[in-house]
Structure formats: C-alpha cells, structure tokens
C-alpha cells in the first residue's frame, strides 16, 4: 500500500532562518507531487506542483521554492522565512494518471517568530 | 486563486440529524469533484468523489450530488455522529491539473 510522509509534524523558526520541509512516498512510482499551505481557518492554497523528477510548478509567486530530487521525495524550502510563512503545510500525491483523488500527508505546522 | 467555494462556513447539527454541506464551483470544465475531512491538526481526508458523467454517488452515510447545470455539488451525511464533527471541503480538478480546494465548512455535532 502506499504511504506519505511528512516531517517535523511542527516547526518554530525565527524570522529570516532558512526553510526545509520533506515529504516522501512510498509504494507507488512516478507519482504527482504537491505542496499545499493552509492558513488557520482557511483553505488549502496550492503551492507547487510537480508531474517528474525537476519538474516544478509554482502556483503563486512567493518566498519559497520546491524541489523533486528524486521520484518520490518533494522538498519545500526557503532561503529566509517571513512572519507570513507561517502556517500548515501539506504535501499530498497522486497517481500521474486520470483523475484521481489526492493523498495527504499529516502536516507540518509552521511558526514563523 | 480558488474557483470552488462554499455557502457555509460553519454548520451545527444535532446527533442523528442529517447534514447537508453545500458548494459551488465556477470551472465549468472541471469532470472530477471529490470531497474531504479535516480533523484538527491532521491533512484532509478523502471521503467520496464524483465524476462529472454522474449527478449521484452513495458512499457509507454520505452521498454526493452534482448539479452541473448550476455548478453545484453537496455532501449529504446521514445520521450524523460527533465524530463526523471536522472541516469539509470540496475540491475540483480538470484532467490535467491540480486539485483546487474551496474554503471548508466547520461542521459541528452537538450530543
């Protein structure tokens, strides 16, 4: 069966420190990749999105980046984090194929200090 | 930006009422809908989805509608449960695309 993961579950992070978030599959291959952030009390917006191995799309203009740099391992970053970082972050896959529906993985919360 | 949104952004119900989460959704090429269940502090999960080349599908104690004529889909929960108390958000997605989340309803079950 396949499985996501997504690490640390929370993050304290001063203002202007870097940013890596990791997020890795298991079970499945070539799959599509995902970063979504989710502000408190509010949808999920799409960060970037990526169909291979580095191949990004970025969603909306902003202070992070994202990386494949191998098939089933999505990283987010950032070079100097900003108050407005802060908050859930969501790594979800799925199958490159069709429609399908998306996997999620548990979070990281994210506080940006 | 969002093209799906919700009507609601609260819903509070008694044990053993049925719910009915409402959404609306402005791509009108858009041919796969699926809704899900946030608990707090956890990623969404998924609960049913739909095709647009059907207007109803029943999972166990929820049903999805889909009105393409007014770009309209719900999330009917039978017999609701505390433990269904969450936030429900429909998404959208063209083939091809990703998956556009619209803003979540926070249900809430009183006992």
């Known amino acids: 069966s396949q499985t996501i993961h997504q690490w640390p579950a929370t993050l304290v992070q001063p203002v202007g420190s870097p940013l890596s978030l990791e997020c890795t599959v298991e079970g499945t291959s070539n799959p599509n990749l995902y970063w979504y952030r989710q502000a408190a009390g509010r949808g999920l917006q799409l960060l970037f999105y990526?169909?291979?191995?580095?191949?990004i799309s970025s969603e909306v203009p902003q202070n992070l980046s994202a990386s494949r740099p191998q098939d089933r391992q999505f990283i987010l970053s950032s070079k100097k984090l900003l108050l407005s970082d802060s908050g859930f972050y969501l790594c979800?896959?799925?199958?490159?194929?069709?429609?399908?529906?998306?996997?999620f993985g548990q979070g990281t919360r994210l506080t940006v200090v | 930006g969002e093209s799906v949104g919700l009507h609601l952004p609260t819903l509070s119900v008694q044990e053993g009422d049925n719910s009915i989460i409402n959404c609306a959704y402005s791509?009108?090429?858009?041919?796969?809908f699926i809704w899900y269940k946030q608990e707090s502090g956890k990623g969404p999960q998924f609960i049913i989805d739909?095709?647009?080349?059907?207007d109803k599908r029943q999972g166990q104690r929820v049903t999805v509608l889909l009105n393409k004529t007014v770009k309209h889909l719900s999330l009917q929960i039978a017999a609701t449960q505390p433990g269904d108390s969450a936030v429900y958000f429909c998404?959208?997605?063209?083939?091809?695309?990703?998956?556009?989340f619209g803003k979540g309803t926070t249900l809430s079950v009183s006992s």
């Open positions: 998404a959208e997605n063209q083939a091809g695309t990703a998956l556009i």
């Open positions: 791509n009108s090429a858009s041919d796969y």
């Open positions: 990526s169909v291979g191995i580095g191949q």
């Open positions: 739909i095709r647009s080349n059907m």
């Open positions: 979800a896959w799925t199958k490159t194929t069709g429609n399908t529906e998306a996997f």
